[in-house]
Protein backbone atom coordinates (compact mmCIF):
# COMPACT_ATOMS: atom_id res chain seq x y z
CA UNK A 1 0.00 0.00 0.00
CA UNK A 2 1.58 3.43 -0.97
CA UNK A 3 1.20 6.50 1.35
CA UNK A 4 0.88 10.08 -0.61
CA UNK A 5 3.85 11.97 -0.73
CA UNK A 6 2.26 14.52 1.79
CA UNK A 7 1.96 12.41 4.30
CA UNK A 8 5.50 10.24 3.69
CA UNK A 9 6.88 14.38 4.22
CA UNK A 10 4.95 14.34 7.50
CA UNK A 11 6.16 10.81 8.86
CA UNK A 12 10.21 12.00 7.62
CA UNK A 13 9.73 15.87 9.48
CA UNK A 14 8.16 13.87 12.67
CA UNK A 15 10.98 11.24 12.85
CA UNK A 16 13.41 13.99 12.04
CA UNK A 17 12.09 15.46 15.02
CA UNK A 18 11.99 12.25 17.38
CA UNK A 19 15.85 11.80 16.05
CA UNK A 20 16.92 15.33 17.45
CA UNK A 21 15.22 15.25 20.53
CA UNK A 22 16.91 11.69 21.38
CA UNK A 23 20.25 13.22 20.50
CA UNK A 24 19.78 16.21 22.83
CA UNK A 25 19.21 13.50 25.32
CA UNK A 26 22.19 11.55 24.56
CA UNK A 27 24.10 15.09 24.63
CA UNK A 28 24.33 16.32 21.13
CA UNK A 29 23.78 20.13 20.27
CA UNK A 30 21.89 20.79 17.17
CA UNK A 31 23.71 22.89 14.79
CA UNK A 32 21.36 22.86 11.76
CA UNK A 33 17.73 20.58 10.25
CA UNK A 34 17.38 19.99 6.82
CA UNK A 35 20.62 21.88 5.49
CA UNK A 36 20.36 21.97 2.10
CA UNK A 37 23.62 22.59 -0.68
CA UNK A 38 25.28 21.11 -3.26
CA UNK A 39 22.42 19.22 -4.80
CA UNK A 40 22.24 17.34 -1.45
CA UNK A 41 20.17 18.16 2.12
CA UNK A 42 21.50 16.22 5.32
CA UNK A 43 18.46 15.85 7.99
CA UNK A 44 20.55 16.76 11.06
CA UNK A 45 23.85 18.59 11.64
CA UNK A 46 25.23 17.99 15.69
CA UNK A 47 28.05 18.53 17.85
CA UNK A 48 29.30 16.76 20.50
CA UNK A 49 32.15 17.42 22.03
CA UNK A 50 35.02 17.40 19.24
CA UNK A 51 32.55 15.52 16.82
CA UNK A 52 30.61 17.00 13.67
CA UNK A 53 28.09 14.31 12.93
CA UNK A 54 25.91 14.63 9.53
CA UNK A 55 23.12 12.42 9.69
CA UNK A 56 20.60 11.15 8.25
CA UNK A 57 17.54 9.83 8.94
CA UNK A 58 15.23 7.10 7.71
CA UNK A 59 11.61 5.61 9.14
CA UNK A 60 10.97 2.55 8.43
CA UNK A 61 8.65 -0.82 9.61
CA UNK A 62 12.22 -2.52 9.59
CA UNK A 63 15.66 -1.27 10.74
CA UNK A 64 17.12 -2.70 7.78
CA UNK A 65 14.66 -1.06 5.09
CA UNK A 66 15.46 1.78 6.53
CA UNK A 67 19.10 1.36 5.91
CA UNK A 68 19.15 0.14 2.50
CA UNK A 69 17.26 3.19 1.95
CA UNK A 70 20.36 5.16 2.36
CA UNK A 71 21.66 4.47 -1.14
CA UNK A 72 24.65 5.55 -2.76
CA UNK A 73 23.30 8.01 -4.40
CA UNK A 74 22.08 9.38 -1.33
CA UNK A 75 25.78 8.87 0.48
CA UNK A 76 27.58 11.12 -2.63
CA UNK A 77 24.66 14.02 -2.09
CA UNK A 78 25.17 14.16 2.00
CA UNK A 79 28.69 14.32 1.35
CA UNK A 80 28.73 17.56 -1.06
CA UNK A 81 26.71 19.29 1.42
CA UNK A 82 28.86 18.09 3.98
CA UNK A 83 31.39 19.59 2.33
CA UNK A 84 29.60 23.05 1.96
CA UNK A 85 28.72 22.59 5.79
CA UNK A 86 32.65 22.73 6.50
CA UNK A 87 33.06 25.52 3.94
CA UNK A 88 30.47 27.70 5.10
CA UNK A 89 31.82 26.77 9.18
CA UNK A 90 35.38 26.62 9.36
CA UNK A 91 35.29 26.02 13.10
CA UNK A 92 33.99 22.81 12.52
CA UNK A 93 36.79 21.70 10.24
CA UNK A 94 38.86 21.34 12.80
CA UNK A 95 36.83 18.65 14.67
CA UNK A 96 36.19 15.15 13.87
CA UNK A 97 33.43 14.92 11.28
CA UNK A 98 31.51 11.30 10.19
CA UNK A 99 28.48 10.46 9.08
CA UNK A 100 25.71 8.78 11.17
CA UNK A 101 22.28 7.61 10.52
CA UNK A 102 19.38 7.40 12.68
CA UNK A 103 17.04 4.40 11.86
CA UNK A 104 13.74 4.78 13.01
CA UNK A 105 11.02 2.44 13.65
CA UNK A 106 7.21 2.18 14.69
CA UNK A 107 7.16 2.01 18.33
CA UNK A 108 11.07 1.30 19.29
CA UNK A 109 13.56 3.67 20.16
CA UNK A 110 16.06 5.59 16.95
CA UNK A 111 19.23 3.21 16.33
CA UNK A 112 22.16 4.91 15.78
CA UNK A 113 24.76 4.03 13.53
CA UNK A 114 27.96 5.98 14.17
CA UNK A 115 30.43 6.28 11.41
CA UNK A 116 27.88 4.21 8.97
CA UNK A 117 29.91 5.49 6.10
CA UNK A 118 33.07 7.66 5.07
CA UNK A 119 33.15 10.42 2.63
Do not use: Q
Request: with cysteine.
Amino acid sequence: MSISRKAANRRGAMAEAMAAFWLRLLGYRIAARRYAANGGEIDIVARRGRTVAFIEVKYRAEAADAAEAITETKRRRINGAARAWIAAHPDDASRDCRFDAILMRPWRLPMILRDAWRE
